[in-house]
């Protein structure tokens, strides 16, 4: 039922929060938790938003780094963020989201959530926490710890505006419910929307890497708690950043994770495959545009692609890295595993074949096959190769300096191609 205009509700309220996912549910909380007594959470879908499809938080200096004998310091972490960002971001919001990191954990930990914990992607500081059974669990927790506080929770009622008097005090929010508006009063509003990842006008005014090519990893946030925060006169910042992902177009067609389900590769699909470094990367012209090792996995892997003729990358295999693949597992893994086992694929070949029919997976007999299916001249590909499997036998990529470990010439056929592009996962600014 839609919203009838004329039906208008009064509610009062200590706190209104805007936004379920996370961070309104744990503001949530913790205001409970200090006494604050009549909260509100309001969210325009339901509760849990795109905190529940993740598969992790960062922490440093935590509660299970401790017990498990881990050293990552909340100094060194500092260093890492503020020199990877060129000090463009604001050191003390780093510095304080990574020193209360550790304590959000234990904070967590206190709610019954349970975690391991260890790099998120390879050659990095074993900061990811995964809880058990993902975000959804997480969020689960966190909304039986909110109703057993007596917090109201209200899905399906998304703020509008938030209201002040005519000396811009603070009075209340103006929300949609399902079948009348909302005026609630109240003497603090705090606004956890997310980010704008589905506005497609904001992302072209405020993120210059973002074209129509990019697919969107999420729920599609469109900015709302910014543009209300703004009209009440709130700082806004338009050094904007997409937090660019992929390989896209790989991923299953549900993307949320299930509690007490394990990632593998049903759930994250070929990203493992096609940021293998042991392959080669083409752009649309039939070119080698990177090294493809580069962070081992890492976001900024997408960074090159991102620059690539219509957004575009072509990861090629042949059959003998697909067996070392299958017998080894992949060098790129997502997320934390105890059993090295895990990591190893039997019978890549026949599920990569398997893909096929779904139009993810190219299998070619040969050079010219290739081309053509990519519509590029044969020769383009060929000398491609062959300087490629050059710089392997020799054990030095001269254009790129791949590290050697990673060079394996690709020679033996079939040979299998995974098409895919950019991603992001969120915007990050506002």
């Not at 703004?230 to 299930?258: C, E, F, M, Y």
Request: hydrophobic share 40%; aromatic share 6%; glycine share 10%.
């Amino acid at each position: 039922m839609r919203n009838n205009p004329a039906i208008t509700e009064n509610l009062n309220a200590n706190l209104v929060i805007i936004g379920g996912g996370g961070a309104g549910m744990a503001a949530a909380l913790t205001a409970a938790e200090k006494g604050v007594e009549n909260i509100l959470v309001l969210d325009k879908r339901g509760i849990g938003g795109n905190s529940a499809m993740a598969f992790g938080i960062f922490a440093a200096d935590s509660p299970v780094q401790k017990r498990n004998k881990i050293n990552c310091t909340r100094d060194e972490c500092f260093k890492i963020a503020m020199n990877w960002s060129q000090w463009r971001i604001n050191p003390c919001i780093i510095r304080a989201l990574i020193d209360k990191s550790g304590d959000t954990v234990k904070w967590l930990e206190e709610k019954g959530v349970e975690f391991e914990c260890g790099p998120f992607f390879p050659n990095q500081l074993p900061t990811f926490h995964v809880p058990k059974g993902r975000g959804a669990e997480l969020m689960k927790t966190l909304k039986e710890n909110c109703r057993a506080l007596g917090i109201k929770l209200m899905p399906r009622s998304p703020a509008a505006q938030i209201l002040t008097d005519e000396r811009g005090h603070l009075t209340g929010v103006h929300a949609q419910a399902t079948e009348a508006g909302l005026n609630i009063s109240c003497k603090a509003v705090i606004v956890a929307t997310g980010g704008f990842g589905g506005n497609e006008e904001m992302l072209r005014q405020y993120c210059p890497e973002y074209h129509s090519r990019m697919e969107r990893v999420g729920l599609p946030h469109m900015g709302d708690g910014i543009r209300m925060a703004a009209q009440i006169g709130a700082a806004t910042d338009s050094r904007n950043v997409l937090l660019l992902g992929g390989p896209s177009s790989l991923h299953p067609p549900d993307l949320h994770v299930k509690p007490g389900i394990k990632p593998d590769l049903s759930v994250i699909g070929l990203m493992p495959i096609a940021w293998e470094p042991r392959a080669l990367w083409l752009n649309s012209k039939g070119k080698r545009f990177a090294d493809e090792s580069v962070d081992s996995g890492s976001y900024p892997t997408t960074n090159p692609v991102v620059n690539q003729p219509d957004n575009l990358c072509y990861t090629v295999l042949d059959s003998n890295l697909v067996e070392m693949i299958s017998e080894q597992g992949p060098v790129m893994s997502m997320g934390v595993s105890k059993e090295k086992g895990d990591r190893k694929l039997p019978g890549l070949a026949g599920d990569l074949k398997a893909r096929v029919k779904n139009g993810l997976v190219h299998i070619f007999g040969s050079l010219e096959e290739m081309a053509g299916w990519m519509q590029v001249d044969p020769g383009i590909i060929k000398d491609t190769l062959e300087e490629y499997n050059s710089s392997c036998d020799g054990a030095h990529d001269r254009i790129f300096l791949k590290d050697k470990k990673y060079l394996f010439p690709l020679r033996t056929t079939p040979y299998y191609v995974i098409k895919w592009q950019t991603a992001f996962t969120n915007t990050i600014g506002g």
